[in-house]
């Protein structure tokens, strides 16, 4: 079979929970399973009690023989908005640089991650994804017994701002993804990435989020009417504060169940 053919798995790997979709490929490329699984031992701290659930649910038949796009949840990824550098570097320099950064920002704790770096016209800013290399390991060991192929592996707060950005306006705004314990936001300037904030979230988890207008509402230039845009399932919506001039909960057309939200996060791994 043509791999141009071959049905693909999407999974949503996340510290006390996985989601997972096939797509059967095709000239009606459909949705034709899904499913989403709790990691009751599951931690931020450790992939392995999340890879061991996932590589049990591989084990059933309609996951198999497939390709495997990934999205890893925030908790364990950390971000970074990286100057463009005053000297012309090449990538190997850019990386170092980009770690650099991040080093800074979290400490030398990400030496052994892999970071990735967002595509970026030149003079601008752009955005470093470090992800521990263990993840990675974790599940290509996960997915080989169930014959799947790893071709896509990104971060949630990426695949979720791809998905939405065409909802969102070009300047001062907020994109905020959550889910999974974990708050991740990311300020728009120009049409860039130009802050990054990332949190755990307690049980109050609005708590937070009303931190974080509070500190686009303090960061904002004067005359500026900024606004929240975010991504959440649907229990955090049902529980959230009535709507204000200065939020907008993202949602689809139809999508009204969590199931339903994870299922989407998984069907943008496929843009």
């Known amino acids: ?87 012309r570097l090449d990538a190997a320099a850019r990386l170092t640089h980009a770690r650099f950064v991040l080093a800074d920002t979290y400490g030398a704790g990400l030496d052994e991650w892999a970071v990735t770096l967002a595509d970026t016209p030149p003079g601008h800013a752009y955005v470093a994804c470090a992800m521990p290399n263990p993840i990675r390991a974790a599940l290509e060991d996960a997915l080989a017994p169930a014959r799947l192929k790893l071709v896509s592996l990104q971060p949630q707060l990426i695949v979720a701002f791809n998905a939405w950005r065409h909802r969102l306006p070009a300047d001062d705004a907020w994109f905020v993804s959550l889910d999974d314990g974990a708050l991740s936001a990311v ?13 755990r979230l307690s049980a109050d988890w609005q708590v937070e989020l009303q931190r974080l207008q509070a500190f686009g509402r303090f960061t904002r230039a004067a005359g ?19 709507a204000s001039p200065d939020l907008e909960w993202l949602t689809d057309q139809g999508g009204e169940t969590d199931a339903a939200h994870q299922l989407a996060l998984l069907q943008r791994a496929y843009a």
């Open 1 to 87: 079979m043509s791999l141009l053919w071959r049905d693909e798995v999407a999974i949503y790997l996340a510290p006390r929970k996985i989601a997972l979709a096939r797509r059967a490929r095709g000239v009606r490329s459909q949705v034709v399973a899904a499913t989403e699984v709790a990691v009751p031992s599951g931690h931020s701290a450790d992939v392995r009690p999340a890879a061991a659930r996932l590589a049990e649910v591989l084990q059933e038949a309609t996951w198999q023989d497939a390709q495997a796009r990934v999205v890893v949840a925030d908790p364990w990824v950390r971000y970074g908005i990286v100057p463009w550098p005053s000297a």
């Open 224 to 242: 500026h009417v900024g606004r929240m845009y975010v991504d959440a399932p649907l229990w955090m919506r049902q529980s959230a504060p009535a």
């Open 187 to 199: 300020h728009l300037a120009q049409g860039a990435w130009d802050r990054v904030h990332t949190a």
